[in-house]
């Protein structure tokens, strides 16, 4: 599996925001309540708070498999709006249990799971601005810790991690950014490829294997900035530096890349969605 820390985030600074802990916001219990209305399931043989939800394995086009995840919380972040405080809040859970609330362990297709929340004040409690509790994230069925919390809009703020995996001779990471999408009160998860590695083997989806002196058909790389200069459909669009080379199916051609930039746009409903012409596809 590809190591995440090979991979350098770059961002820009989140700014003046004020982080503090949970206790100092709100109650744990009214922000458990909310949480319970979204994870209704208590499995008694984990004795966790959970909920059973598409594990990321298909059977079928568009018919995914299900998994029963135990969650815990893994940030939960004040921030400090035009509109008064916020609390940024994300879950994350592993494939713990079976539908019937057996115990499983899920296996190496099942992603883990992550959910995000955006909780405004209402009294001295807290309501729901945005939120989606069950996202796909993590290889072997296992939640990705430690999201870090950047700004994608001059009053909007998501969570960003790298989610790595491997399948035969190709091995890939990817950025995953959740964000607040305003037109649908929802948060939605943009999936962008950061990097692949593919050994040059005739199973290989890109082939390259007529030269064997070629030691990988593709190995190219990426680093993620956010462009806060310029503001498209109210977001900043995302700058991805791109190093690297492939080579076509036979390879007889060898395409390089070099501190080559791409920026990548919000749409909404959508998230930040890739262009055609970025090479990794």
Not at 46 to 55: D, E, F, L, S, Y
Not at 194 to 222: H, Q, R
């Amino acid at each position: 599996m590809t190591n995440p820390k090979l991979l350098k985030i770059i961002l820009s600074a989140i700014g003046a925001i004020a982080f503090v802990s949970l206790s100092n916001i709100a109650s744990a219990k009214s922000v458990n309540e909310i949480l319970d209305k979204y994870y209704p399931i208590y499995n008694e043989i984990k004795q966790c708070r959970g909920i059973v939800a598409n594990n990321g394995s298909t059977i079928d086009e568009g018919v995914y498999l299900k998994s029963g995840y135990c969650i815990e919380v893994d940030r939960q972040l004040q921030v400090q709006t035009k509109q008064g405080k916020r609390l940024y809040l994300l879950v994350i859970g592993n494939v713990s249990f079976h539908e019937e609330g057996g115990n499983d362990f899920g296996s190496h297709a099942d992603t883990g799971l992550v959910g995000m929340f955006v909780l405004r004040p209402e009294g001295d409690s807290w309501e729901v601005e945005y939120a989606n509790p069950a996202m796909n994230a993590g290889s072997s069925g296992q939640g990705l810790k430690d999201w870090k919390l950047i700004q994608v809009a001059s009053n909007l703020w998501g969570f960003i991690n790298v989610h790595s995996d491997s399948h035969g001779s190709a091995s890939f990471s990817e950025y995953i950014l959740l964000a607040p999408d305003a037109e649908s009160k929802k948060v939605i998860d943009s999936h962008i490829t950061a990097k692949v590695t593919m050994e040059n083997n005739p199973f290989a989806p890109s082939g390259c294997s007529k030269d064997k002196n070629i030691d990988y058909c593709t190995w190219l790389k990426a680093k993620l900035g956010i462009d806060k200069t310029s503001v498209v459909n109210s977001f900043y669009p995302l700058e991805i530096t791109v190093n690297g080379y492939k080579y076509n199916h036979n390879g007889t051609e060898k395409k390089t890349y070099d501190n080559q930039v791409y920026k990548i746009k919000y749409e909404p409903k959508k998230g930040y969605q890739v262009r055609k012409n970025y090479p990794m596809q």
